[in-house]
């Protein structure tokens, strides 16, 4: 096994280098960059940037030179020539992408071009906050559709499984954000119930509490995000484990157990679970990644959040590239590293499963 981790964990660089490669020429070479977004806030205020190339306007490169920029009519070359110093886009764009793999190397995202403070104190600012998110509602929603599932399988056809596919599928119907905002007006004192806090991942007086009032303070401020995240979450998980304990429960080996004598919670939890769980396993990785940045980012905006999503998207609409870069290497490298321990689980879930060989 320790052969296998080594080669996986070497996998991750080039794995990282030809996405940050893909993601770094797209982006480049996409109109509207922050040499605009600067110019058209000198010309035009702060409120135009992050609005981008207006409709029917011709598609400029960013490298271009300073007379093609569509903001620079009116404005002096010089202070054309000092935005783009300023922003690094006087060099070519091949110069850029070697500056940028040597930073990343040393895990250097430079500054964020519109919010006069590092990348990587952005990125620490903003983990908790995702990490939180991501990580409670995916263990809720597999704790919760794991058992759910097996229940179902279980009583495959009964009143219980009628019943428990109708409120998950009203729970699959509902979007997040909108369970969100629900949860706002009936229990953060909008229009009902004064309960949960409205906004933040604490209180202001949290440096003031003791270690069990951290906690109750932290989990009294995630309670109606991770609710509104899990509720539409553990739909397609649950189905996707009723269906596969059925399938496994069908099979020969399961008439043999039965035939010795095995009780069923014995043939359920020796043998079925443990063929039955690889495949809900293998999509954790997925699973957290999604909810991480596109499941969170409503949630994030909804409840005042500064996490990961909130803070990539923010980049991208004023194309502040170190935040975009910096995210998406946070966002591949958590992706790969948890696809890496879905693998080590297959390993440890069934043994007969061999990724040494490979």
Same mark, same amino acid.
């Given at each position: 096994m320790l052969s296998y981790l080594i080669r996986r964990l070497l996998l991750i660089i080039p794995t990282l280098l030809i996405i940050l490669t893909i993601n770094f020429f797209i982006v480049q070479i996409a109109p509207g960059g922050p040499v605009d977004q600067a110019i058209s806030m000198l010309e035009m205020g702060p409120q135009s940037a992050g609005q981008g190339l207006l409709p029917g306007s011709s598609t400029q490169s960013i490298n271009s030179n300073a007379n093609l920029y569509k903001g620079s009519k009116g404005l002096d070359p010089q202070i054309i020539a000092a935005i783009e110093k300023q922003y690094g886009f006087d060099k070519p764009i091949w110069q850029r992408y070697i500056d940028t793999i040597k930073n990343f190397i040393c895990f250097d995202f430079g500054n964020s071009f519109f919010k006069s403070e590092s990348v990587t104190g952005l990125i620490i600012k903003s983990l908790p906050v995702s990490i939180s998110l991501g990580l409670w509602s995916t263990l809720l929603i597999y704790f919760i559709s794991i058992p759910l599932g097996i229940r179902k399988a279980v009583k495959d056809g009964s009143a219980f499984d009628f019943w428990s596919s109708m409120i998950i599928i009203i729970g699959y119907a509902i979007p997040s954000f909108l369970l969100a905002v629900l949860l706002i007006i009936l229990f953060a004192g909008s229009s009902y119930f004064d309960i949960f806090p409205l906004r933040g991942l604490i209180s202001s007086n949290f440096a003031d509490l003791d270690t069990w009032g951290k906690i109750k303070d932290y989990f009294w401020h995630m309670?109606?995000?991770?609710?509104?995240?899990?509720?539409?979450?553990?739909?397609?998980?649950?189905?996707?484990?009723? +269906?596969?304990?059925?399938?496994?429960?069908?099979?020969?080996?399961?008439?043999?157990?039965?035939?010795? *004598?095995?009780?069923?919670?014995?043939?359920?939890?020796?043998?079925?679970?443990? +063929?039955?769980?690889?495949?809900?396993?293998?999509?954790?990785? /997925?699973?957290?990644? *999604? #909810?991480?940045?596109?499941? /969170?980012?409503?949630?994030? #905006?909804?409840?005042?959040? +500064? *996490? =990961?999503? =909130?803070? *990539?998207?923010?980049?991208?609409?004023?194309?502040?590239?170190?935040? #975009?870069?910096?995210?998406?290497?946070?966002?591949?490298?958590?992706?790969?590293?948890?696809?890496?321990?879905?693998?080590?689980?297959?390993?440890?879930?069934?043994?007969?499963?061999?990724?040494?060989?490979?």
């Open positions: 309670c109606l995000p991770i609710i509104a995240m899990v509720v539409s979450g553990f739909a397609s998980l649950t189905m996707l484990t009723k +269906n596969s304990f059925l399938d496994e429960i069908r099979k020969q080996y399961v008439v043999t157990a039965r035939a010795k *004598g095995l009780s069923e919670k014995q043939i359920l939890y020796r043998h079925v679970f443990r +063929n039955a769980t690889l495949l809900f396993v293998s999509g954790f990785p /997925a699973a957290f990644v *999604g #909810i991480l940045f596109t499941g /969170a980012l409503l949630i994030e #905006i909804i409840f005042s959040l +500064n *996490g =990961l999503g =909130l803070l *990539g998207y923010e980049a991208i609409i004023q194309r502040d590239y170190p935040v #975009i870069f910096g995210t998406l290497y946070i966002f591949t490298l958590i992706g790969l590293v948890t696809k890496l321990i879905s693998d080590l689980m297959y390993m440890l879930i069934d043994p007969r499963i061999d990724f040494e060989g490979r």
